[in-house]
């Protein structure tokens, strides 16, 4: 059982898979498998994956008709064998040193269960705060998830992202099952996630490359179907959060009230960001 499975779910990824491979052979920590998702990608970019994979044993590709990412993060976790899991993007890279930083931890604190480390921003919008990602409070100790959620979960900031994570599959247990979503599904699982962990832990370790912009990515399509089907992916991650939270064992009345209130700003926000035609639309939705 090797101590990390990385995962990378792929769709036409061809002009940006070599690079994210290459960051992810270069790690100094050797112990790690590779799983790639190819979600129907038309282009070469599982021809890429096999030449790295005829090099490397650890790099193991899968190749499905295309079902959303949402089930293609599904598929990626259960084929992984590691012990903790990490999510990378196609069109990002990761930092020489990170598996080694997290195996370092790991030890340290005795295997907790949700590692989260830092980010830059590659690409960013000049006008927004690049650390809006990332939380440099209370690193290199352990709290309970609770207090790691209610830390994080800042107006100004977000945390509800996989690639921010290294996370014990067995966390994952009970919630693999995710909404059938092509986005927001990241907002359905990571509070969830973090709320169960018995042991967290955040180091200030910038570990992760994050691409603002990627082409083929449907948060970037500004046309109004778009649009609608972010909107209501959004919905459907919300009322699956707030159904599995209520689920977790040990969560109190202050806890429940803490995450009502937290979701319902962030629905608030969303439909406040949506246009004209569709607050209309989905107003009785939202409300």
Known sequence: MPMFSIIIPVYNSAKTIRECLESIVAQSFPDFEVIIVNDGSTDETAEIVKSFSENDTRIKLYSFPNSGVSETRRRGISFSTGEYILQVDSDDTINSELLDRLSEV???????????????????????????????????????????????????????????????????????????????????????????????????????????????????????????????????????????????????PSDVSFFLRDFDARKEDKFNSLSAQLKEELYDLFH
């Open 106 to 252: 790991i030890c340290k604190f005795e295997f907790p269960e949700v590692i989260r480390f830092q980010c830059e921003l590659i690409g960013d919008n000049p006008d927004k705060d690049h650390q809006r990602y990332n939380c440099y409070s209370k690193l290199y100790r352990v709290m309970p998830g609770m207090e790691a959620l209610k830390l994080w979960s800042k107006p100004d900031k977000k945390y509800a992202l996989y690639w921010l994570f290294a996370i014990k599959k067995s966390v994952f247990a009970e919630l693999l099952f995710l909404p059938q979503l092509r986005c927001h599904e990241d907002l359905a699982l990571i509070p969830l996630l973090i709320a169960k962990a018995a042991t967290v832990v955040g180091i200030d370790y910038v570990g992760y490359n994050y691409t603002y912009v990627s082409e083929s990515s449907i948060t970037n399509k500004t046309d109004i179907a778009s649009e609608r089907l972010r909107a209501m992916d959004f919905l459907a991650a919300y009322d699956y959060a707030i159904e599995n939270f209520l689920k977790i064992d040990n969560i109190g």
